[in-house]
């Protein structure tokens, strides 16, 4: 089955300094790859996601880049700010119609105003 | 997200006993799907059904139990047999069938303690 690997575990950054989490997969199938925000005790929340067939993607300070031939995809987000500090998760599928996802272990995200 | 709820917030288990999480869904959903969370293992598949009255086992299916009368609903029962229960459990939803069919919404979630 797929495996995804997430790094680092831990990132801490100063406010408007940029953060970059990398994950690889081992399932050459996936084509789907989303991005979580999980705030202390809260539900995770889809922040930006990308297909395949796409090389890039950016939503305002949010952007990600994925490499299918090495099999690796990464989160970058500029200018952060505190409000930015939560735990980023990806994952990864094959995008069938039942969508089963493999997550990584998660990236714990402080930023210091 | 507001479309998926799970109860109770917090569930105490004692020892033998089986517990039924809810997860209900007014998004029109055809998939849904339980997580465990633990600290530092991210977010692992435990039961997942695309259909009514069907359902398929994840990665760590043993000493849980589902059920998928309707479309709305689908109860996670953690049994006796789960003899490491304490975790955070999510609950989520995709629609199928659409451009966007494997974007999964989630519940906000219960905790699950063990007395």
């Known amino acids: 089955g797929e495996n995804v690997e997430q790094h680092p575990s831990t990132l801490s950054v100063q406010e408007g300094d940029s953060a970059v989490i990398k994950c690889t997969y081992s399932?050459?199938?996936?084509?789907?790859f989303p991005w979580y925000k999980q705030e202390l005790g809260k539900r995770p929340q889809l922040i930006i996601d990308?297909?395949?067939?796409?090389g890039e993607k950016k939503d305002q300070r949010i952007a990600v880049t994925l490499n299918k031939t090495a099999k690796h995809f990464s989160l970058h987000i500029t200018e952060t700010q505190p409000e930015d500090s939560a735990v980023y998760f990806c994952?990864?599928?094959?995008?069938?119609?039942?969508?089963?996802?493999?997550f990584g272990q998660g990236t714990i995200l402080t930023v210091h105003p | 997200d507001g479309g998926i709820t799970q109860s109770p917030k917090y569930l105490f288990r004692k020892e033998g006993q089986n517990v039924t999480l809810s997860c209900e869904q007014n998004?029109?959903?055809?998939?849904m799907y339980w997580y465990r969370q633990d600290p530092g293992q991210g977010l692992r598949l435990i039961y997942y059904?695309?259909?009514?009255?069907?359902?398929q086992k994840g990665d760590i299916a043993e000493g849980y139990s589902v059920s998928r009368e309707k479309k709305e609903s689908f109860p996670l029962t953690v049994t006796s047999a789960q003899k490491n229960p304490t975790a955070f459990y999510l609950c989520?939803?995709?629609?199928?069938?659409?451009?966007?069919?494997?974007?999964?919404?989630f519940g906000p979630g219960t905790r699950l303690l063990v007395l």
């Open positions: 059904s695309q259909i009514v009255n069907d359902f």
């Open positions: 990308i297909r395949s067939n796409v």
């Open positions: 399932d050459s199938a996936s084509n789907y």
């Open positions: 998004l029109n959903h055809d998939a």
């Open positions: 989520a939803s995709s629609p199928m069938g659409t451009s966007s069919q494997e974007t999964q919404y």
């Open positions: 994952a990864a599928s094959r995008g069938t119609s039942y969508g089963k996802l493999t």
